[in-house]
Structures are given as C-alpha cells and as structure tokens.
C-alpha cells in the first residue's frame, strides 16, 4: 500500500512539474510578466553592466546521427544602449558545418551576422559509412532601437543563412520586444 501511495506522489509531482513548465513558456507571456524577467548582469570585460532578455528556443529533428538542430536566442543591449541592441544566437547542429553569414527580414533586406564562436563539439563515424560531426555555432544580429521599435506591435521574423543557403527561421514574439523595451526604458511609440 506504501508503495502504490509513493507512486501516486510521484506521478503527481510530475504532473505538476509538466504543467508549471507549461504556463512557463515565455512565448505565451504578456509584455508585463517578460519585463519582470529582464536581467541585469555585469558585462564581461567588467566595464558596465547588460540587460539581457530570457531565452527563447527552436528546435527541428534531423534523421541519423544528428537528431535536434536547436537555437537558443535572446535580446540583449548595455545598459546605455550607447551601443544598441543585439540578438544573439547559439545554434548546435549535425551534419555539414554551416556558414552562418547573413539574417534575412520579412521586407527581403539582409543584415550580416557577427560571428563570435564556432567548434566542433563531437565528431564520430555512424554506422561504419557517414562521418560527421555535432557543430555548436554563436553570433550575433545588431539591431537599432527604430527596428525593434517597429516589430514591438507585429514581432520580429528572421531567416539565417550563408550567402548560398537558407538555414532556419527564427522569431522574437511582439510581447517578447515590448517587455524587453519597457524593462530598459524604452518608451512605446506606437498610439
């Protein structure tokens, strides 16, 4: 009987944790609840510090040896935006090494990305035929403050790719850009 009651919690608390995890995606959030979630965090080189917004993911499966291809993402700007903002990206993939060169708008215009790391993270063979390696990629897309400012009512859709080659779509919600904006002082200019 002791066991059975024991299984029973277990399984509740798993439910509870699936369920919290569920009304925790950040994409369903409103502008208010992402604004709360901005982080203050000192820079790097100790000089100043960065608001930086929550992640934001996207994943697709591969066959074979490579399974999900994932994209973390998430907006950040110094915290005097002397410098503006920047979308940056941390893509892990298998298969042939990417060139991540270019950021593709909805109005067709492109916008080079600024790479900041790129290795190898496992190579090994696959059924004694296919080689390949898992590949773990970081850059980043500046931005201004008038485009996010004009994609904090519709939000922001980018397609990353190489000069030869379209890669994935990625997208920053509308609530996502106005809580990042209201969390950093930047005022709505929209009616």
Not at 27 to 37: C, H, L, N, T, V
Not at 60 to 66: A, M
Not at 92 to 117: C, I, V, W
Request: proline share 3%.
């Amino acid at each position: 009987m002791k066991i059975f009651s024991v299984k029973r919690l277990m399984v509740a608390s798993c439910l509870i944790g699936l369920l919290s995890s569920c009304a925790d995606n950040i994409r369903e959030q409103s502008a208010d609840e992402i604004a709360g979630r901005i982080a203050r965090a000192a820079k790097s080189d100790s000089q100043g510090f960065l608001w930086r917004a929550p992640d934001l993911y996207s994943s697709q499966y591969r066959t074979l040896f490579f399974g999900y291809d994932t994209l973390k993402y998430h907006l950040l700007t110094p915290e005097n935006q002397s410098n503006g903002f920047r979308l940056l990206v941390q893509a892990n993939y298998g298969g042939a090494m990417r060139h991540y060169e270019l950021a593709k708008f909805a109005d067709q215009s492109t916008r080079a990305l600024a790479p900041q790391q790129h290795f190898a993270e496992r190579c090994q063979l696959f059924n004694s035929l296919i080689s390949s390696c898992l590949y773990q990629d970081q850059f980043a897309l500046a931005l201004s403050a008038s485009d996010l400012q004009r994609a904090r009512l519709t939000g922001l859709n980018v397609v990353l790719q190489s000069h030869s080659q379209q890669y994935e779509a990625i997208d920053l919600p509308a609530a996502y850009i106005e809580g990042f904006l209201k969390a950093v002082g930047q005022p709505s200019q929209h009616p």
